[in-house]
């Protein structure tokens, strides 16, 4: 009996400890099963862009203005959005100010407008490979922005001011060597299949390489416009809700993109979509490009923050590359290949930095408090 009572208080703790174990297993777990998620969901989201260049360059191919697809997409995307945004939002949507409308505006001109009609013309120009390795430059284009806007601090002194600077030069030293320098071409696989060969717009080899400097600066541009909308959005998005705040950027690009194409193309036979690609394109770039992808890469930034979103991106390069030279039989020069890793290089070195900052940051607030407490 003497033994039996003893034992009692012993299986109880083994029970305990047992019982505590499998709560850390299962948090671990938990873990591991929420980062694959958002692991898995930026893949995803890669594939969509890397299906967004191809279609872009597919329908201008197809005798489709860059300005009218970009109107199509975000007038539908606002036809979407807008809704959602009324639903899910109802109750937790702010009055709208002035400044906030401000705030939408610019975010249709930056994030929607010039972005989109730039890479349009872009890639019109060059090669789908091209233009996603000069947009990797967005986030380092961010950086800058944000030191001369006196938003971020340099440090120079610190181990993440460091690599940010080394970085940034990393990634404009990889962009110039993008444009200035072609290289030896690189015969991986060959398919002899190009999409490209069935429309009559077809761009020479000759047009294009006379255009690349000109494709260069447009996509500079675009990563340029790309960098204000970040830093517009971010301001905006802390006094007016996510899905309204992208509503309202689809609302002011449509409005813009619209008026855009209508003055340029006045001809409503070029905005006719018919059963082909154009109609595909667009049926791609709603769908798939908004309605998918900004709920994906919203609930991927709220979960694990933007610097996870943007270190995925390096990963559409490789897949255009890939796509491009299987689909649409474009070459792919050393120039490129080295120039895309010295981007990619430079984009992880700025983003450690800013990773390093942050946590910094945060040990530092968390020691002020307790000291104030």
């Avoid at 995803?44 to 201008?60: D, E, P, R, S």
């Avoid at 109107?71 to 109802?90: K, N, Q, T």
């Avoid at 906030?100 to 872009?122: K, P």
């Avoid at 998005?237 to 609302?251: E, F, G, H, N, R």
Wanted: aromatic content about 10%; overall charge positive; some cysteine.
């Amino acid at each position: 009996m003497g033994s039996f009572f003893f034992s009692v208080p012993i299986n109880r703790r083994l029970t305990g400890l047992i019982s505590s174990e499998h709560l850390k297993m299962g948090g671990k777990l938990n873990e591991v099963i929420e980062s694959l998620k958002s692991a898995m969901a930026m893949v995803l989201v890669q594939v969509i862009l890397t299906g967004i260049n191809i279609f872009y360059k597919l329908a201008k191919n197809d005798g489709m203005e860059p300005m009218i697809v970009v109107a199509y997409r975000y007038i539908f995307a606002a036809a979407v959005m807008a809704p959602l945004a009324l639903i899910l939002e109802r109750n937790s949507r702010p009055r709208m100010t002035w400044m906030v409308f401000f705030q939408g505006f610019c975010s249709g001109l930056f994030g929607a407008s010039l972005v989109q009609n730039l890479f349009m013309e872009s890639l019109a120009l060059t090669s789908a490979t091209f233009v996603s390795a000069m947009a990797n430059l967005v986030p380092v284009i961010t950086f800058i922005l944000a030191i001369i806007l006196r938003v971020d601090k340099l440090a120079i002194h610190t181990s993440w001011g460091k690599a940010k600077i080394l970085g940034t030069i990393l990634s404009i030293g990889g962009a110039m060597v993008v444009t200035f320098y072609k290289g030896i071409e690189i015969k991986i696989w060959t398919t002899h299949i190009n999409l490209l060969n069935h429309g009559g717009n077809a761009t020479a080899p000759q047009q294009a390489n006379a255009s690349q400097g000109l494709g260069a600066a447009l996509a500079a541009s675009s990563s340029l416009s790309a960098a204000i909308w970040l830093i517009i959005q971010a301001r905006m998005i802390k006094v007016y809700p996510l899905y309204s705040s992208s509503a309202l950027m689809c609302v002011c690009g449509a409005l813009q993109c619209a008026v855009w194409a209508v003055c340029r193309k006045r001809d409503w036979a070029t905005w006719r979509l018919g059963w082909n690609i154009r109609l595909l394109a667009v049926i791609y770039l709603v769908v798939i490009g908004t309605i998918v992808m900004i709920p994906v890469m919203a609930w991927t930034s709220r979960v694990r923050g933007p610097i996870f979103v943007s270190s995925f991106f390096p990963l559409m390069l490789i897949m255009s590359a890939i796509s491009s030279s299987l689909l649409l039989d474009e070459k792919l020069h050393l120039g490129s290949v080295i120039g895309g890793v010295l981007i990619i290089i430079g984009l992880y070195a700025v983003l450690w930095g800013q990773a390093k900052e942050r946590k910094k940051t945060a040990q530092h607030d968390g020691h002020s408090k307790s000291f104030n407490s």
